[in-house]
């Protein structure tokens, strides 16, 4: 079989922010983004509140040699929009200078929370868990495995 998966984070109204975040700090690429306007003029019954105009209704970056989805909308709309604790991004590399330049990057954020700070532990020559400004937890391994 032939597909992927692609992590998605739905971020209720700070995607745009988000991405924008990414691009600076982990040197993302944006592969496509669709603001919620575009979306308009595509399809004339997509509604929206005023002031949403550029609210993302899709997006897709590249991080690395990986992709991630950002947009706005919750997918389990049965419940109220919660970000988790339970999920994270990780990201890994063999070459320790390319995750502490990541971490270091980072943590120039003023809102980025050091959650555990960059060191050797049992299973990585250098392991950080950071929080992003928008909540999302980032865990940054420097890793040994081939995976």
């Not at 919660?82 to 971490?103: F, P, W």
Request: aromatic content about 10%; overall charge negative.
């Amino acid at each position: 079989m032939n597909f992927e998966v692609i992590p998605f984070l739905s971020l209720n109204g700070e995607a745009a922010a988000a991405i924008a975040f990414y691009e600076q700090y982990l040197g993302a690429t944006v592969l496509f983004k669709k603001n919620y306007k575009e979306m308009r003029e595509m399809n004339p019954h997509f509604s929206y509140e005023e002031g949403q105009d550029e609210y993302i209704t899709h997006s897709v970056l590249e991080i690395g040699a990986n992709k991630l989805m950002v947009a706005e909308e919750a997918m389990d709309t049965s419940r109220p929009w919660q970000l988790g604790n339970s999920s994270s991004l990780c990201i890994q590399s063999k070459d320790k200078d390319v995750i502490t330049n990541l971490y270091d990057s980072l943590v120039q954020h003023e809102k980025v929370t050091v959650l555990v700070p960059l060191k050797k532990n049992t299973f990585s020559p250098g392991y950080a868990i950071v929080r992003d400004p928008f909540g999302i937890v980032i865990q940054l391994c420097v890793t040994v495995h081939d995976f």
